[in-house]
């Protein structure tokens, strides 16, 4: 229905419970500072040490499941801390790159949890071709993030 003016009368579904929202339109993010060379290769190395530990959950996962392991309960359960050690680092690394400050603190301490785990497969374990790369790793992922470069990026946040 139209009034005399040409403008539309609103119904009475309308007029009794409003009409539609208008689509808003959302101000322009502003663009973050451009993350310094330091930080986007920590986060290259994160999200490398991500992919690692989600293929090492497949990997155990597979062998779980195609052979007779001592307790099907404990490799599932390491199955899944890997899993969630992978996600909760590739979603670091994600932060890493957008320099969120809170991104930091989870990847340092995944750091060195890896770190030990390298240490012990390493030296413990007697498997120096997993362990030793974890280490270098874990030793390249600390120092990309302590940095003058990176601590500035943390810190101006």
Request: charged share 15%; hydrophobic share 55%; aromatic share 6%.
């Amino acid at each position: 229905m139209t009034e005399e003016d040409g403008a539309r009368r609103p119904s009475r579904a309308e007029r009794l419970f409003g009409g539609a929202a208008q689509p808003s339109t959302r101000p322009p993010r502003a663009p973050g500072p451009e993350a310094p060379v330091a930080v986007r290769r920590a986060a290259l190395v994160a999200a490398v040490e991500a992919a690692l530990l989600l293929g090492a959950a497949l990997v155990v996962l597979w062998l779980t499941l195609t052979s007779s392991p001592d307790s099907v309960g404990r490799a599932l359960a390491e199955v899944v801390y890997v899993g969630l050690f992978g996600v909760a680092l590739a979603v670091a690394a994600a932060g890493l790159r957008r320099v969120a400050s809170w991104a930091r603190g989870p990847v340092v301490v995944l750091q060195i949890l890896l770190g030990l785990f390298g240490y012990s497969t390493a030296f413990t374990g007697g498997q120096p071709l997993l362990g030793v790369p974890l280490i270098v790793l874990a030793v390249t992922e600390l120092y990309l993030l302590a940095t003058p470069e990176a601590r500035l990026a943390f810190s101006e946040r």
